[in-house]
């Protein structure tokens, strides 16, 4: 047993990327992050597909305006195969299949305190380039939502949270003052 814990120490130690454990902070409640891909003339000619690097999952064909989702822990990568070429199950067949791959350019959200009225996180991406074997991505926007899909301000959510607190440490503050007059 011991061996088998100093082989796994070692491997997470050399991991390019360290690992994250699947449990949420305490305090804190999941977050769903998804991506969409904005519709581009870039596009044209190519089928992307998104795939982990590590770990377990499968392959996603990627359709502009369709959200998919993606994991910062796994490293999910997005290939670029020539259009009308099929899609294998297999991410090993894609990554050898692809003209080109690219990096997410944005790290996934997993968890939001558990006072948040977020619930999701919905990111925009945008194909700059497909070019000598490189993917390029750019983030075109982000949305919060909320309950029921609706969009979150965080600017307003932070000023009432502060509001609140203010307002705690003003009652906590008088009922102190009250405690030293009465005793």
Known sequence: ?????????????????????????PGSRGVRHELVLEASEVLDGWTLAATPVRGFGGVTVIEPGVPFTFSSKYGTRVYALPAGSPVADEPDAVRAAASAE?????????STPLVSPLT?????????????????????????????????????????LALVACAGLATVL??????????
Not at 102 to 110: F, M, N, R, S, W
Not at 121 to 126: G, M, N, P, Q, S
Not at 140 to 158: F, I, Q, Y
């Open 1 to 25: 047993m011991t061996r088998g814990l100093l082989l796994s120490v070692l491997c997470a130690a050399l991991s390019a990327t360290p690992l994250e454990a699947d449990v949420l902070p």
């Open 102 to 110: 690219g990096e997410i350019p944005v790290a996934e959200v997993t």
């Open 120 to 160: 999701g996180v919905v990111t925009t991406l945008r194909v700059v380039a497909i070019e000598d074997g490189v993917l390029t991505l750019e983030v075109a926007g982000e949305r919060s939502l909320g309950v029921a899909g609706l969009e979150v301000r965080t600017g307003l959510l932070t000023g009432a």
């Open 174 to 183: 008088e009922l102190a003052r009250r405690a030293r007059r009465a005793g």
